[in-house]
């Protein structure tokens, strides 16, 4: 069979994700160019996978009966004769989401999945969950490649650099896409395809320095400049109809981190590193984002699962139109697998992409992806405010990945002590301490 023929294998890890369903459309929409003969899911959770699987596999049968389709615990069966794992878990559930958020609050420290005290609680949960995917990925399918979204992605991706640096895993990003989506509306053009721009930070930490019609190269800086001053990323009417109420907050607050350093594009969560009074006077301490998604995205999705397999079809299902999520990673699979060196945002070890940061420090930038894995554009210098940012924020993620590997609970709390979000090294240790009996079943013990 020529490579032009070839049909490939997914497993989706986290079968039992609120994104599962996406993921699966996106895919099924993409069959013309990116052929499947095999889809898996694998999850720790049988009766939360169930659920999802059971309606996914309504739809497979109804739209994509070509394909194969199953879904089990077993990581022999999920991991073996697979090209791609799409990574989506969530260790410890919306519960320790919750406690993520709800911890921190306690404490006037802001309380939000992946930046802060909170990112970092979950970050250390993720580290050995992935880490055991990639080793079963490895023995079962040398060949496969992992496309991670599993947060918190910084922490993860600076654990992949230093415990398994030759594992074939990329750790990817939605919200520059996202964010690029509004751009491209905001100047009369469809998606994220038709932009071509240079980006350098962190995960859920970074700025746009150039933004440019692709097809045309002219210089969309300036038209976005104003629009950004005035309304953040927010666009509004027929566009924004489904946009959640703290989402839209976020796209609207991207206005004031504008403000504060207005040569380039702020990436959304700056909001949490310029603005963290705000955020917390902001918040509910007894109703976070975590309850917002019980509310909504995951009743949504169970409710219309349960509809589905009760009906015995997926005709008119909510997903008909898939999201920029699934189809962001599904865009990243097919880079890979036809070798289009489509430019894309990796998280990946800096090695000179950002000229004044170490090269070994973890960095989020435009990469080129290919056969052979990403290839990063050299995006020139970190404005000085930029690099002290990120200087600090990347000792944070050093600290908890040497807390792992130490088991140090010293290198915990300066971690969280030296956050941009924590005011105070008491304030960090009452946070850390109110944490770790919740964590237990997945922190190593920290001494
Ligand atoms: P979810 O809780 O709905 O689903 C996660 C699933 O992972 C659950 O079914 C759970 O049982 C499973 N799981 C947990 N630990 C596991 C393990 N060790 N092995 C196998 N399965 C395991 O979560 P969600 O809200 O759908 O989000 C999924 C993930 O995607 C999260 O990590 C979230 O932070 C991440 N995410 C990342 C991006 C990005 O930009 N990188 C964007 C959106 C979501
Ligand atoms: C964006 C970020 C993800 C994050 C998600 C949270 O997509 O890129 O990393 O997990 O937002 O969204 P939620 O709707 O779960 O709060
Ligand atoms: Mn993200």
Known sequence: MSEKDKRYS????????????????S??????????????FYDNDAERQKKIGDACAIIMKERAPQIEFSYTTDPKEAFTDVDFVMGSIRVGKYHMRELDEKIPLRYGVNGQETTGPGGMAYGMRSIPAIIEIIDWMEKYSPNAWMINYSNTIAIVAE??????????????????????TRMA???GLNDYHDLDVNYYGLNHFGWWKEVRDKKTGKDLMPLLKKHVSENGYWIGGEYDKETEASWAETYKKAKDCYALEPETLPNTYMQYYYYPQYEVQNAD????????????RQKIVFEECARIVKAGTAKGNIWEASAEHS?????????????????????????GAIANMDPDSVVEVPCWFGADGVQPMATGMAGRFQKGLMEEQQACEKLVVDAYEQHSYNKMWQAFA???TVPDALVAKKILDDMIPENKPYWPELK
């Open 418 to 420: 030296l956050n941009k």
């Open 27 to 40: 895919l099924i929409a993409n069959e013309d160019r990116f052929p499947l003969r095999k889809l898996k």
């Open 185 to 187: 509306h905001i100047c």
């Open 10 to 25: 997914v497993v989706i890890a986290g079968g039992g994700s609120t994104f599962t369903p996406g993921f699966v459309l």
């Open 285 to 296: 301490p007894n109703h976070t984002r975590t309850d917002e998604i019980r509310e909504y």
């Open 159 to 180: 654990a992949c650099r230093r415990l398994r640096p030759n594992a074939k895993v990329i750790n990817i990003c939605d919200m520059p896409v996202a964010i690029m």
């Open 327 to 351: 189809n962001y990673i599904v865009d990243i699979c097919h880079a890979i697998a036809y070798n289009t060196h489509e430019k894309f945002f990796a998280n990946i070890p800096n090695n």
